[in-house]
């Protein structure tokens, strides 16, 4: 029976649980058969896009560090700690990490704090809070995560890992993908602050 070869150009996509068997074939030689049990997995809330008057921790889960609207005394955003719990919950953050959502009804999102919507200005790759280019649409980087691009500017947020700050940048480089590829947790309480939403 013959066997379809996988590769870059024409990879299995797997959308329930199966198992997988391989052999290698080498100058006419098969290796023994290798079994692998896939499982999808069920993530529930996790990579849902958030909804208007939503709540939310914005984070790197690969660095494990949300978003805060506090700058540290810098012009950057600075990263808050945070962990994802084994029942799937996130600690660590505080009223600081808390951003609400507005659906733009465009295609576009728009975060806010304490009323002000974090943004850019026409340079530099800083985030200021009530900047005018205000606008965000989330690009999907798989397995739940986003990527978010300003409008404007064309550019990614991204926890900059190696200056311990939150900025944005154009270009997504292989190997750190990790640094853009960011999760949205839905908030019910926030630390230190109203579960409202902002207005």
Not at 51 to 76: C, F, H, M, T
Request: include cysteine.
């Amino acid at each position: 029976e013959a066997r379809e070869a996988y590769g870059a150009d024409n990879m299995p996509v797997i959308t329930e649980d199966c198992t997988l068997k391989a052999v290698a074939v080498l100058e006419g030689v098969c290796s023994a058969v290798q079994t692998l049990q896939y499982t999808v997995s069920d993530s529930g809330e996790e990579g849902t896009l958030p909804e208007d008057g939503d709540q939310v921790v914005i984070y790197a889960p690969a660095y494990n560090k949300a978003l805060s609207a506090d700058y540290g005394g810098s012009y950057y955003n600075q990263g808050t700690d945070v962990t994802v719990n084994s029942d799937d919950t996130l600690s660590g953050y505080t009223d600081m990490d808390v951003w609400t959502v507005k659906d733009n009804g465009d295609g576009t999102y728009s975060f806010s704090h304490d009323g002000q919507n974090i943004g850019m200005g026409d340079s530099f790759s800083s985030m200021p809070l009530g900047e005018k280019n205000d606008k965000w649409v989330l690009e999907d980087a798989g397995n739940g995560l986003y990527y978010v691009k300003n409008t404007v500017r064309n550019v990614y947020m991204e926890w900059y890992d190696s200056n311990g700050n939150w900025s944005a940048y154009y270009n997504i480089a292989e190997g750190s993908e990790g640094m853009f590829a960011l999760s949205f947790y839905k908030v019910t309480d926030v630390p230190g602050g109203s579960d409202e939403p902002d207005e």
